[in-house]
């Protein structure tokens, strides 16, 4: 009786709990024993329910150097972003398109003019007109002007125009740059990227101005006494000039360079000559040569010339040599710094001296080069 009066008081105390907890209750009145322990058995399966739920949820968890958070992750917000508002064009933008011509690293001789050609496109909202000009920004100038006036006209946006500008290498052996931008009607300088910071440019290399004659010798315009000769000629014409591989020497020496045989035609004083293209002369420049008749010539008498003719001068000997068939030749090696910062066409001549009659004259691998 007393152990049933014990387990009605725990009862008692576990329905008061479970009451506040909102545990299910009974509906029918307990008497008994039997009844009791159903119900005691009840009361553990609600109380191990809710134990369970409670172990579901997240812990609550402790965020770094502040108050407790709830594990719960928040809601997602799923509302569209706004749609950004588009950047307005800038008024003066510039893209590079292409190299017309001398695209970077194009070989130039020393002192050299030349024109350059961009294509660029009005990438911006404004009409370019005459008052827009090209402006030299960094580099080296090359003699171009400060500013450039655009001559092309009217330029709308999204048009392609080409603009071009003049330029005059210096003397001297090296890589050359010169870097431009483009500058509107009110004086504000504008160039390439999204913010117009970068520039377009040139870019050549000059090298030395070393040249072969033998090489280049069809490059140049022949002629004898008698008239225009091609080139190269036949040993069989009356005045000709052909290049020999292997020139055998009055000496009897065998050469394994390359010479021109330089022919007169016959008569009395005549001459054969080849004007070369211009060519710009650096310091320390010399014009090199062996010079001579070639074997079995043995009745060769001539004068070798060499002459130059100077960007919208006339003509002027540089200097001059006699040969004869005396089992020897001349070496020459002539300075050209007279004719330094000088754009020059150079001219090789063999004249006769009296009667032309085996004049077999031959210039051994002519030249200029440091």
Do not use: H
Not at 31 to 60: E, M, R, Y
Request: negative net charge.
């Amino acid at each position: 009786m007393k152990k049933n009066l014990v387990t009605l008081s725990i009862l008692a105390t576990l329905v008061i709990l479970l009451s506040s907890c909102n545990l299910p209750r009974p509906t029918e009145q307990v008497s008994g024993p039997d009844q009791l322990n159903t119900f005691a058995a009840q009361t553990v399966i609600a109380l191990s329910t809710t134990v369970a739920n409670a172990k579901t949820q997240a812990p609550a968890t402790q965020s770094p150097g502040g108050p407790i958070a709830s594990a719960t992750p928040p809601a997602v917000n799923t509302a569209s972003p706004g749609t950004a508002t588009s950047q307005p064009t800038p008024c003066d933008r510039v893209e590079f398109v292409r190299d017309v011509n001398y695209p970077d690293d194009t070989a130039v001789d020393p002192g050299q003019t030349f024109t350059k050609t961009w294509e660029l496109k009005n990438t911006g909202s404004c009409t370019w007109n005459s008052n827009y000009a090209i402006v030299f920004d960094t580099g080296e100038s090359m003699g171009v002007a400060p500013a450039t006036q655009l001559t092309s006209g009217s330029v709308a946006p999204g048009q392609i125009v080409q603009v071009s500008l003049t330029f005059t290498v210096p003397n001297k052996v090296g890589t050359f740059q010169a870097n431009f931008k483009l500058r509107n009607a009110a004086g504000v300088v504008f160039g390439l990227g999204s913010d117009g910071s970068k520039a377009f440019w040139v870019k050549v290399k000059v090298s030395s101005s070393a040249y072969n004659f033998v090489d280049n010798f069809c490059k140049g315009e022949w002629r004898s006494t008698n008239g225009n000769l091609t080139c190269p000629g036949q040993t069989g014409d009356n005045g000709f000039v052909v290049k020999v591989d292997e020139p055998t020497l009055e000496t009897g020496t065998k050469e394994n360079e390359a010479a021109l045989w330089a022919n007169p035609p016959s008569g009395t004083d005549t001459e054969i000559r080849g004007t070369f293209p211009a060519l710009s002369v650096t310091s320390g420049m010399y014009f090199k040569s062996i010079i001579g008749c070639l074997d079995g010539a043995t009745n060769c008498n001539v004068k070798f010339i060499l002459a130059y003719i100077p960007e919208g001068g006339s003509e002027t000997k540089l200097a001059e040599w006699s040969e004869t068939y005396d089992n020897n030749f001349t070496r020459v090696n002539l300075d050209l710094s007279t004719l330094a910062g000088k754009k020059v066409q150079f001219i090789l001549i063999v004249k006769s001296n009296g009667e032309s009659n085996q004049d077999q004259a031959f210039w051994l691998q002519p030249r200029i080069e440091p």
